[in-house]
């Protein structure tokens, strides 16, 4: 019954090849992010869909390609991948706003690895 | 963009020590969060602050949200080893859709 959960759990993969993960959530929320967490912990939102419409997209390069095919699934191909593209990604959701009422609910991740 | 200060960066303390650490911001927000990151896992909420001044426990935790908007400090008494985790605050702003921005986070080690 877990409430947001992606795969895989890891993730290790050569340069140039085409990955994706997958993230779903059953908590009902109309809206789902990706987030990046660099190696010293950072985390950066990549991209958000509200109603499997893209309403954020930060400055990430057209590698990365979300799809949303329907509010409760948010996928994250990535194509040509790159050694500085090693890290864990974060699939999270909530309710519009995303504020404490509605709070980010975080999946517990997807280690990439890139050689 | 909004930058957000977190500190300290790591500590080590003893069981039954208590904890403090804070976030600055050079922007305002009207949200502020704590989340707290288990190895292996997703970041979980800890606390949420809507109202500068506002003062929240959640059992041994205590957060404030700073008078000015641009602050928020997380206090933890009578640490325990499960409380070993990082610790990120987060930021957001009313039209940001949950584009939550996070402090670098605080490592917290807690030794018997």
């Given at each position: 019954?877990?409430?947001?959960?992606?795969?895989?759990?890891?993730?290790?993969?050569?340069?140039?090849?085409?990955?994706?993960?997958?993230?779903?959530q059953?908590?009902g929320?109309?809206?789902?992010?990706?987030?990046?967490?660099d190696?010293?912990?950072?985390?950066?939102?990549?991209?958000?869909?509200?109603?499997?419409?893209?309403?954020?997209?930060?400055?990430?390069?057209?590698?990365?390609?979300?799809?949303?095919?329907?509010?409760?699934?948010?996928?994250?191909?990535?194509?040509?991948?790159?050694?500085?593209?090693?890290?864990?990604?974060?699939?999270?959701?909530?309710?519009?706003?995303?504020?404490?009422?509605?709070?980010?609910?975080?999946?517990?991740?997807?280690?990439?690895?890139?050689? | 963009g909004?930058?957000?200060?977190?500190?300290p960066?790591?500590?080590?303390?003893?069981?039954?020590?208590?904890?403090?650490?804070?976030?600055?911001?050079?922007?305002?927000?009207?949200?502020?969060?704590?989340?707290?990151?288990?190895?292996?896992?997703?970041?979980?909420?800890?606390?949420?602050?809507?109202?500068?001044?506002?003062?929240?426990?959640?059992g041994r935790?205590?957060?404030?949200?700073?008078?000015?908007?641009k602050?928020?400090?997380?206090?933890?008494?009578?640490?325990?080893?499960?409380?070993?985790?990082?610790?990120?605050?987060?930021g957001?702003?009313?039209?940001?859709?949950?584009?939550?921005?996070?402090?670098?986070?605080?490592?917290?080690?807690?030794?018997?």
């Open positions: 019954d877990t409430a947001v959960s992606q795969t895989p759990k890891y993730l290790v993969t050569q340069m140039g090849n085409d990955k994706s993960i997958k993230c779903e059953n908590l929320h109309d809206t789902m992010y990706w987030y990046k967490q190696s010293k912990k950072f985390l950066k939102i990549m991209f958000s869909y509200n109603n499997k419409e893209l309403i954020i997209n930060e400055t990430v390069p057209n590698r990365f390609s979300p799809k949303s095919p329907d509010k409760a699934h948010l996928n994250l191909h990535i194509n040509s991948l790159e050694l500085g593209d090693s890290a864990v990604y974060f699939c999270a959701s909530s309710q519009t706003p995303g504020d404490g009422d509605s709070p980010l609910h975080f999946g517990n991740g997807t280690r990439l690895t890139v050689t | 909004q930058q957000l200060n977190q500190s960066q790591s500590m080590f303390i003893q069981e039954g020590e208590d904890v403090s650490m804070n976030c600055t911001s050079s922007s305002i927000f009207n949200t502020w969060l704590w989340y707290k990151q288990d190895p292996g896992e997703g970041p979980v909420l800890l606390i949420a602050l809507y109202k500068a001044g506002e003062l929240t426990s959640n935790l205590t957060a404030q949200f700073g008078i000015t908007r602050d928020s400090f997380l206090n933890i008494s009578a640490s325990i080893p499960s409380d070993v985790g990082i610790y990120f605050c987060a957001l702003t009313t039209d940001s859709w949950g584009k939550l921005q996070f402090g670098a986070g605080t490592q917290v080690v807690v030794t018997p």
